[in-house]
């Protein structure tokens, strides 16, 4: 099982990044994939979950309205889009494997063990 990230992302106040994360090795359809960050000396924060068959979302409340995820079934791959982009949002992007649950989990806290696959990251920067 793999989980692959696209690359760095440098980006300005307002504007918006899209992260990709192909997974391989495994039936897509199968799980469901979170997505989650970390900002500099802060813990791992979530921001949602897709259910890559359908496509239903669950998003944090936090981040409703500037967040959207996709999921491509024809090439395995899942995305998150970041709109209205500030500096706080600067942190490494993870999408994560999520074997148990539900979508509609409310999840408080994030913890590695939570997730048996975990992409290798994204680093997003806001800078002007």
């Known amino acids: 099982v793999q989980l692959v990230q696209s690359g760095a992302e440098l980006s300005y106040p307002g504007a918006s990044v899209k992260v990709s994360c192909k997974a391989s090795?495994?039936?897509?359809?199968?799980?469901?994939i979170d997505w989650v960050r970390q900002a500099p000396g802060q813990g791992l924060e979530w921001m949602g979950r897709?259910?890559?068959?359908?496509?239903?979302?669950n998003y944090a409340q936090k981040f409703q309205g500037r967040v959207t995820f996709t999921a491509d079934t024809s090439t395995s791959t899942v995305y998150v889009e970041l709109s209205a982009l500030r500096s706080e949002d600067t942190a490494v992007y993870y999408c994560?494997?999520?074997?148990?649950?539900?979508?509609?989990?409310?999840?408080?806290?994030?913890?590695?063990?939570?997730?048996?696959?975990w992409g290798q990251g994204t680093q997003v920067t806001v800078s002007s």
């Open positions: 994560a494997r999520k074997a148990t649950g539900a979508l509609r989990d409310e999840v408080v806290s994030v913890h590695r063990f939570d997730y048996d696959y």
């Open positions: 090795g495994y039936r897509f359809n199968n799980y469901y």
């Open positions: 897709i259910d890559p068959e359908d496509g239903e979302t």
